[in-house]
């Protein structure tokens, strides 16, 4: 019988095998170069005699009015000795750099100011998909190894370490060419290198609602509460409150308010969060009023993406510069709507209350227009031009 047969059967077959035969063939051989020492009393360990090289340089712009950091071209030269798979290498340097391009540009552990962890799904921790990495330009400088027996390095995702390290400088040399350049954090976004272009952003005039989303066995868990200043009295706000037509010029998304009793009120509203849109029916109630001082709204939303339900309490006092309407709610949604990440419907609640009083003291004749906005005329103003 040949040998080939006899290594085939005891692979394939090893079942017509004789029973007094119970091991295959096999050779198990150790190779270690006389290089590499044993580990020291210290455990000191020299792990590999086959350390690969790389020389990373990238062009970066960031954005003089949104502070967008974006890479213009990026050039990655990598010495692994002699590569004996082109496009096995080629793949592990691209694996490489779209993991150093999310760590440096989008992936975050958020915490809240309580130590809540704020980044614990997909919605609020961003990973880079093929928009947002761009094509490197790959070069290679083979120099073998004298210690392995092929001359081959290692290779294996080494721009995850030098990547993030040269947006970073490229991202100091940018905001300061001259020199004096920044501590960098990363992820470098927008809202870090804003203090660096614009300077310390100024105490808010606006409104900026407390806001806080947390999980629950039927959804998500909203609270919150905040302060706003409208130039009226408090009889004025108090009145506007309970006038379907205010509410309805005031609510984001509002379709339209309908009284339907002397504290009750039907509303129709589109609300979105993220990729999750949708329109909603809700009923509101009033209760424990105190004209004009206090009020509780109560209410329920029912939509096809999601239902809402909770109330709130606000209070009004007056001030020098009009009324403060002080708020404090407490509301659960459900349905698809509540699947999007914590900071995401933090987010949104922050914008939907925020733009809520920002028309409020619009519509009683307070100050301008708020941080909203300035940013939705930016945006405007940049589509126009052409740019996206």
Same mark, same amino acid.
């Given at each position: ?18 029973d007094?035969?119970?091991?295959? %063939?096999?050779?198990? /051989?150790?190779w ?27 062009? /970066? ?41 999310g ?52 290779v ?15 991202v ?56 706003a200043v ?13 006038d ?22 039907k ?27 206090? /009020? ?8 096809? %993406? ?9 209070? %009004? ?31 949104a ?40």
């Open positions: 019988m040949s040998f080939a047969r006899v290594a085939a059967t005891a692979h394939w077959s090893p079942g017509t095998l004789p007094c035969v119970d091991q295959t %063939l096999r050779e198990t /051989v150790y270690s170069p006389p290089e590499l020492e044993a580990p020291t009393a210290e455990d000191g360990i020299n792990s590999s005699l086959c350390h690969g090289f790389i020389f990373d340089f990238c062009g /970066v712009e960031i954005d003089p009015e949104t502070a967008e950091p974006k890479i213009d071209r990026y050039v990655t030269m990598h010495d692994c000795g002699r590569i004996l798979h082109p496009a096995m290498v080629d793949g592990q340097v691209r694996g490489g750099f779209a993991q150093a391009v760590a440096a540009f989008l992936e975050e552990y958020a915490y809240g100011a309580d130590g809540s962890f704020q980044s614990g799904t997909l919605a609020d921790y961003l990973l880079p998909t093929v928009i947002e990495v761009p094509e490197p330009v790959i070069l290679h400088h083979e120099t073998p190894s004298p210690f392995t027996p092929l001359g081959a390095k290692g294996g995702e080494g721009n995850c370490m030098s990547t993030p390290v040269c947006i970073a400088n490229a100091a040399d940018a905001l300061a060419p001259e020199g004096d350049s920044p501590d960098i954090v990363l992820p470098v976004t927008a809202a870090k290198l804003a203090p660096h272009i614009f300077g310390d952003e100024p105490a808010p005039k606006d409104p900026v609602p407390e806001t806080k989303a947390e999980a629950t066995t039927g959804g998500r868990k909203l609270t919150g509460n905040g302060r409208v130039q009226a009295s408090r009889a004025d706000v108090w009145q506007m409150l309970l379907p037509a205010t509410l309805d010029a005031i609510i984001p998304g509002s379709h339209g308010v309908q009284k339907v009793g002397e504290t009750r009120f509303a129709d509203v589109t609300l979105g969060v993220g990729p999750v849109r949708g329109r909603y029916k809700a009923d509101i109630e009033l209760s424990d009023l105190d004209p004009p001082n206090a /009020v509780t709204l109560s209410g329920q939303a029912v939509g096809a %993406l999601g239902t809402g339900g909770g109330h709130g309490r606000i209070t %009004l006092t007056d001030t020098d510069d009009g009324t403060e309407i002080a708020y404090r709610y407490e509301a659960e949604i459900g349905g698809k709507v509540a699947s999007v990440g914590g900071r995401l419907l933090d987010g609640a922050k914008v939907v209350i925020g733009e809520f009083f920002r028309a409020l003291a619009r519509y009683c004749g307070g100050a301008g227009p708020g941080p909203l906005a300035r940013l939705m005329g930016l945006f405007h103003r940049i589509t126009k031009g052409g740019q996206s």
